[in-house]
Structures are given as structure tokens and as C-alpha cells.
């Protein structure tokens, strides 16, 4: 009502409510303008084809690009990328990927500063003021219009940091996504692709380690070379040799300014030898010696830029040493929780005293947040809520450059809307994120994007409220009494189901929404599979659909270690449904000679004989042992006759759990004498698979006893080729079955 009236007195006072155009690109469909470029670079070329495509879309009008021109005429877009005429306005100067965006004087000036300024300003004029919506992998959405205007603009936009990096599918196949989100991979910026985890690619075990381990690091008395070992950083050999290679990549590499020298992925594998150890002392965090070592490579090339990680036993920031200005601190906050922000909840608040060190004395950092499930893509991860308090947060501290780890998977927990959010918040941390994400939901769902918003806002809430622990290795079982309970759950299948109904007769918004879904299907799945009482025929008929749609969808896999989710349907028959047969061992007491690591013992108790086989997460079902063999009895509680004893086993060396080297199996009547049955030797698995590996011994005439004994060889310490090398390893089994 108030708009009618703001309007009715517009019109009395003979003020126009039109917006005055400024440029006319395009009258009924025909083109009124050019695009005219200052210099002929690649990066005009690709803004101006931007432009050119767009409009030719929108109004079927193609305006044509000139590189050579007499004048500047009205309504014309000029691309200057020459970095000559970058105007100072407003009080602000363009910083690198930033642009001068402007229609005064009755032409649109598009003009850029170091980096690709003119395609961000392009795709801004597009977006902003003709209303394109670029959603995912050659998902876009426009209105045909005959006529294009462009309105006053008179801005320069710069942005909030750098560099920017995110994960989305959509960037394999279509490269422009990749351009209109104003992101970058690291291959663009980081010479010959160095970029995080190099020391083995600078320094290889296999052409050094056997020669000279005094190269590698030193702890638990004695030198751990290996693929995933770290440097002896004040090993002066180790610095000639690397600072030769790094020489010898820039110059192969002269476009390049920046190159990562940066540990092995694995934890307390650092170097402990006298002198590391000296300098790790004195600064009080084992990043002393990491800092020493990459300030004399700063030293060495003063032209030029090393990033090294701050990430797990390097996090914390030195006492005394700081890092050159050319030292780039790549900070990552892997070990935080995800249901609230880092200033709420202890594991955030010890990263962020990490990050305030840090930025005491660098304004040299990147940031590197996580925000995915590294071990259930296809899982809901409501973490909307502390996206944008986190972004401001690195800003706050120095951040210059920010990866968001994000689940970017297709069919994975909405990963077209976390990039499209998280690419706004790198850009400008204080866009309101609420509105962004309505915007995004209604377009790219339509009709159903209003139930789909109350689904995460709901399951937000649900998980504030459970207090259970959001994390990067979670799995839906964690929260199947918080987030997943059943009241819930109903809850959110009404909201989907009210969301399909809204577009279902609109195939693209309907398939969307249907993908979009996965992850409440696949936590059905995954919570029925742990319940003793299964309702046999409404798990056959969602595993069904689930397998039909991921079929689909084309989606690739549930987890960062590439596992199928085909194979996971073709897995859930044949591991996780009631076999006919029931183990004889269902309930038997189990007795331990070597004992479960920690919490295990007391799981292990029921979960060896409930009948129940664990996920690909080990949260639930497993039972583990942590460099150690393993031994225990099952008492079938009289003596039986049986024909087979099987052993279930995980793999998933992310996790530091490997198969067993050994397994042995006996038997007997009075628990006391034990007559052996077979061992069993596996070979080693180096694969990257979650796996499970049943280990079983047969016997064609059936064997009478009442006590069955299992003893495991474990590898007990992770292998040179592993990221834990030097480091106890663990096995874990779920069940053992009696038939």
C-alpha cells in the first residue's frame, strides 16, 4: 500500500519513476552499441565474448567486438585493460582483480586492474543490472528482454581477498562457471602446481631416502624417509637442493610468482633431531623451525613468494622468529567442529588463538576452512549458518587468501548453493546471506525453493539444539537422536515431499529437487541399517530409489575416497540386510586376552556379536585396537556345531586404519585347550578405498565347540607410504559371524 501511494505522489510531482538509461545496447533487437577493446589480451577477449554471448541471448541482438577503432561513440562498452587509466574514486584505488565499473557520459567504461578485472566487471554489469543467474554447471537463468538499458553505474568493487578458491563439479565441464563465481584454481597461481603437501615432490623419497635419510625427519629414535615424511629443516643439504629445485621450477615457470614448500599431510611426524628440536624450543611450536626454513628461501628469492601450512602440529604461530613478508602462512582450521562459528564452541576457540598469533605477525595469511564431510559427501551438513561469521573472521585476522573446502560434489548436501554463497562471502563478507539464499533457492528450484529453505533452517536449529558435534568425518548415525531423530525426520520428508509437489510439472526444478534429496535417503539408509528391527520392505524400496536416481544423477561418490554409490546399494544387500542364516555367535559373550583400545573395550562387549556390520565411518559398530595385536574368545555359551567362523574388517587409510597382517582362528570345548583351525595372511593394501575385508575359514565337516578364539597381527605402526609413517596404526572389526 505504501508503494502505491510513494508512487501515486511521484506521479503529482511529475518526478519519474522510470530509471534513466544511461546506455542503450540493444532496441528491439537489434544492436545499438559495440565492444570496443583498448588492447587485444586475452582477458578482454574472454570479458567481451562474455558480454557479447549474453546479450545475444537475452535479445538476440549480436553487438560486434572491435580491437581497432577510429572513436568513442555514445552507448558504446569499452574494455580497458590496460592498467593505464585506473581512476582513483570514492576514496579507493583498484586492487588486483578489482574494476571500475561506470556508465557516465552515455558510455559503459569496463576498466580493470591486475588480474581479471574486466570478466569480474562484465559478469557483474550481467548479473546486477540484466539479472542473469549463473546456478551451477551450465545452469543460468535470464529473461528474454528486446531492449537492454544500463542504468547510472558508478562504482569500483574490490575484493575482500585475492586469491579465491572453492570446490564445485560445475567447474570440470564448464569454465565459465568458474569465471562468473570470480574464483580461481591453483594451477592458475601457484608455479607448476605446488601447491600444498610438496615436500615429497621437492624433495623425492625414493630418488633421496635410501641414500641419505639424514634428509628426513627424526623421532622415536631413529630417520623416517618416505613419501609422506617431512624435512630435517635444519639439515643444510636439504636447504641447497631444494632451493635448486624451486630455482629451476620458477624459471620454467616465468609467469609464476608463488610456490608452496609445505609438509606432508600427516600429524607429529615433524623432525626432532637435536637442532630442529633446538629451534622448536626456543619458539615454544613446531612451526619455529618450518618458519626458519622457509625465511631463508624468502631471503633467497626476495622476488618471489613461498606458501607453506599452518595445519595441524605446525598450527600454533612461533614465539620469537616472524614470517618475511614474503612468506605466505597457508593457517588451516581441519581439527574444528562445524555447528557454530570459531569464536563458540573449544575447538574453534583454539584455532582462532592460533589465527590471533598468526596475525601479530604476518598480514601474509590463507585461510583454509573446511566445511565438508570428507566421509559421507551424500549427507546433510547444515553449516549455512557460520559461513559468513567464519569469512569475516579470517578477513578480521589478515587473511589475504581463502580456500573454503566445501562439499562440492554433485549430489552431494546442496553443493551448488554453498558455492554460489561462499563465492559471494569471499567477494564481500558482509553480502546478507540470508537474502543470497533465498534468492538462489527460488531460482533454482522455483516453486519449491520456500520448502527446501524451511528444511535448512529447520535442521539448523535441530543441530544447535541436539549439542552434538558437527564434524568433517561425521556420519548420519552420529545423529540419528539429535538432528535425525525420527520426529524430525518426518518433518523434513513433508518439507521434500510438499517441494516435489510444487514443481511437478516442471521437469528441470523437479530433477534438481530430487537430487537435492539424496542426502535425507541416504541417511534413512544409513541410521535403518543400525536398528536391530528393520522394516524390511520400506528399506528395499528406498534403497531402490536411491540406486535408480544416484543412477540418474550421474553422482560419482559418498566420499572423498572415490567409493561408488552404486556399489554402496549392490553392499547394502549383500552386508547390511538379515541373511537367512543366523549366526551362531548372535549375543555371545566376548572375552578379551589383548584388550580394545580405550573406549572400544567397553563398545566391544555387544558390538563383536550384535549382528550389526559397521559403516565406512567407524562411529558406530566398530571395534578398535591402536598399535597393538589383538585377542579375544567368543563363548557361544555351550558346545555347537558349526562349519565356518568369519571376521569383518575395516579399511580406510584416511583414518590410519589398515587391514591386519594376520589373522588366527582356534577352537574349543573347555576354553582351556585350544586346537587351531587356520591363520591366515593377508597381503598389504595400499589402496584408498574404504573397504571391508571379511577373513574366513571353512570347514567341510562340522566342528563341536563352544569357544572360539580370534588373535589378530596387527601393522601396529602406519608404513613408510602412508602419512602416518612412524606412527601406531589401527584395526578395527565390526562382527564376527558363526555359521
Not at 569465471?179 to 594451477?187: G, K, M, N, Q, Y
Not at 552431494?412 to 546471506?433: H, I, T
Not at 524400496?541 to 550421474?554: A, G, I, R, S
Amino acid at each position: 500500500m505504501k508503494k502505491n501511494i510513494l508512487f501515486v505522489v511521484l506521479l503529482l510531482l511529475g518526478i519519474s519513476t522510470q530509471v534513466i538509461s544511461q546506455a542503450l545496447l540493444v532496441k528491439n533487437n537489434k544492436a545499438n552499441s559495440r565492444i570496443l577493446l583498448t588492447v587485444d589480451d586475452n582477458d578482454s577477449k574472454t570479458a567481451a565474448h562474455i558480454l557479447q554471448t549474453f546479450v545475444e541471448k537475452m535479445s538476440g541482438a549480436k553487438l560486434p567486438i572491435l580491437t581497432s577503432f577510429a572513436e568513442i561513440k555514445k552507448n558504446d562498452v569499452v574494455i580497458d585493460n590496460t592498467q593505464k587509466n585506473l581512476p582513483s574514486l570514492l576514496g579507493k584505488s583498484i586492487k588486483e582483480d578489482g574494476f571500475y565499473l561506470s556508465s557516465k557520459d552515455n558510455t559503459v567504461q569496463v576498466v580493470g586492474g591486475e588480474g581479471r578485472g574486466v570478466i569480474y566487471a562484465v559478469v557483474t554489469l550481467l548479473e546486477n543490472y540484466f539479472g542473469i543467474d549463473y546456478f551451477g554447471e551450465h545452469e543460468y537463468t535470464f529473461e528474454k528482454q528486446p531492449t537492454l538499458e544500463v542504468p547510472l553505474i558508478h562504482k569500483i568493487d574490490n575484493p575482500a581477498f585475492r586469491y579465491r578458491q572453492t570446490q564445485s563439479y560445475a567447474m570440470r565441464n564448464d569454465s565459465l562457471y568458474k569465471l562468473w563465481h570470480r574464483i580461481e584454481v591453483p594451477s592458475e597461481v601457484f608455479a607448476e602446481s605446488y601447491w600444498v603437501h610438496t615436500f615429497d615432490k621437492l624433495l623425492p623419497s625414493d630418488q633421496y631416502g635410501e641414500e641419505h635419510p639424514e634428509y628426513y625427519s627424526y623421532f622415536k629414535g631413529k630417520r623416517h624417509p618416505g613419501k609422506a615424511s617431512q624435512w630435517c629443516l635444519t639439515n643444510p643439504e636439504v636447504f641447497e637442493i631444494v632451493a635448486q629445485r624451486i630455482d629451476a621450477i620458477f624459471k620454467a615457470n616465468p609467469d609464476k610468482n608463488i610456490i608452496s614448500v609445505s609438509q606432508n599431510d600427516g600429524n607429529y611426524t615433524n623432525c626432532t633431531c637435536d637442532d630442529c628440536s633446538a629451534i622448536d624450543e626456543h619458539e615454544e611450536a613446531f612451526s619455529g623451525s618450518l618458519i626458519t626454513f622457509l625465511n631463508k628461501l624468502a631471503v633467497r628469492f626476495p622476488d618471489k613468494e613461498f606458501s607453506t601450512l599452518a595445519y595441524l602440529y605446525t598450527m600454533n604461530p612461533p614465539k620469537h622468529i616472524k614470517p618475511l613478508p614474503n612468506v605466505n602462512i597457508m593457517l588451516c582450521d581441519i581439527d574444528c567442529m562445524r555447528e557454530v562459528s570459531l569464536t563458540e564452541n573449544e575447538s574453534g576457540r583454539e584455532f582462532m588463538k592460533a589465527m590471533e598469533g598468526w596475525s601479530e605477525i604476518s598480514n601474509n595469511i590463507f585461510v583454509w576452512d573446511y566445511g565438508i564431510n570428507f566421509d559421507n559427501f551424500v549427507a546433510p551438513f547444515p553449516n549455512f549458518h557460520i559461513l559468513q561469521d567464519n569469512i569475516r573472521l579470517f578477513k578480521k585476522h589478515n587473511a589475504q587468501m581463502h580456500f573454503s573446502q566445501i562439499g562440492g560434489s554433485l549430489g552431494g548436501d546442496f553443493p551448488e548453493l554453498r558455492a554460489y554463497l561462499v563465492s559471494k562471502l569471499m567477494w564481500n563478507p558482509e553480502v546478507d546471506v540470508d537474502s543470497l539464499m533465498i534468492h538462489f533457492l527460488d531460482g533454482y528450484y522455483g516453486e519449491a525453493g520456500h520448502n527446501i529453505y524451511q528444511y535448512i533452517k529447520v535442521m539448523e536449529g535441530a543441530l544447535i539444539a541436539s549439542g552434538v558435534p558437527l564434524w568433517i568425518y561425521d556420519s548420519p548415525v552420529t545423529h540419528k537422536n539429535g538432528m535425525l531423530k525420527p520426529e524430525l525426520m518426518r518433518r523434513y520428508k513433508k518439507l521434500w515431499d510438499n517441494a516435489e509437489k510444487a514443481v511437478a510439472n516442471k521437469e528441470t526444478f523437479l530433477k534438481r529437487v530430487q537430487r537435492s534429496r539424496l542426502p535425507l535417503l541416504y541417511s534413512e539408509l544409513e541410521i535403518a541399517r543400525t536398528e536391530n528391527e528393520k522394516k524390511l520392505d520400506d528399506i528395499n524400496e528406498k534403497l531402490d530409489y536411491f540406486e535408480k536416481k544416484v543412477k540418474e544423477f550421474k553422482v560419482p561418490t559418498l566420499n572423498e575416497r572415490n567409493n561408488s554409490p552404486v556399489e554402496y546399494c549392490e553392499l547394502y544387500r549383500d552386508r547390511y540386510m538379515p541373511r537367512e542364516e543366523k549366526s551362531l555367535a548372535l549375543g555371545a559373550k566376548v572375552t578379551y586376552e589383548i584388550e580394545p583400545t580405550g573406549k572400544y573395550k567397553t563398545v566391544g562387549e555387544k558390538a563383536l556379536t550384535d549382528g550389526l556390520f559397521g559403516g565406512s565411518t567407524f562411529v558406530e559398530s566398530w571395534v578398535g585396537w591402536e598399535g597393538i595385536d589383538g585377542a579375544f574368545v567368543v563363548d557361544l555359551g555351550e558346545n555347537k556345531n558349526f562349519h565356518s567362523v568369519e571376521t569383518d574388517f575395516l579399511h580406510q587409510l584416511g583414518q590410519w586404519i589398515l587391514f591386519p597382517l594376520q589373522v588366527v582362528y582356534s577352537y574349543s570345548q573347555d576354553g582351556e585347550n585350544y586346537t587351531h583351525w587356520e591363520t591366515h595372511d593377508l597381503p598389504e593394501d595400499r589402496s584408498v578405498s574404504v573397504k571391508f575385508k571379511g577373513v574366513k575359514s571353512e570347514s567341510p565337516e562340522a566342528i563341536h565347540a563352544r569357544y572360539i578364539k580370534v588373535e589378530v597381527v596387527g601393522t601396529k605402526v602406519c608404513p613408510t607410504w602412508h602419512y602416518g609413517v612412524g606412527h601406531p596404526s589401527w584395526f578395527f572389526i565390526d562382527e564376527v559371524t558363526v555359521l
